[in-house]
């Protein structure tokens, strides 16, 4: 089993910064990559970015793109997601996911574990 515990979201102006920490314990050793997804009130998961946990690939969505990174401490078994520039629209809950087998899918449901989900919100 993996656990996995986020932390950093909170209430921010549009155009500042935040940056989500999510920390993994457990049999981490299984994880072939992690991600960060979203998710509004009566609104499907989405995926916001990933990174592989051999070789640090990244991907990420298209409405994110040269605005969030996402990044992994290997020693601290964390991974970040630093988001910059957030618009109104950033605001959600948003989910730290583990995957085992190897791929980077951007269906929530083929990731095998999931943290509790920090708010972020964006004002105007």
């Known amino acids: 089993q993996v656990q996995l515990v986020e932390s950093g979201g909170g209430l921010v102006q549009a155009g500042g910064s935040l940056r989500l920490s999510c920390a993994a314990s457990g049999r981490i050793i299984s994880i072939s990559a992690m991600g960060w997804f979203r998710q509004a009130p009566g609104k499907e998961r989405a995926f916001v970015a990933a990174i592989t946990c051999s070789d640090s690939r990244t991907y990420y969505a298209d409405s994110v793109k040269s605005r969030f990174t996402i990044s992994r401490d290997n020693a601290k078994n964390t991974v970040y997601l630093q988001m910059n520039k957030l618009k109104p629209e950033d605001t959600d809950v948003y989910y730290c996911?583990?995957?085992?087998?190897?791929?980077?899918?951007?269906?929530?449901?083929?990731?095998?574990?999931w943290g509790q989900g920090t708010q972020v919100t964006v004002s105007s």
């Open positions: 996911a583990a995957r085992r087998s190897a791929g980077v899918p951007v269906t929530p449901r083929l990731y095998d574990y």
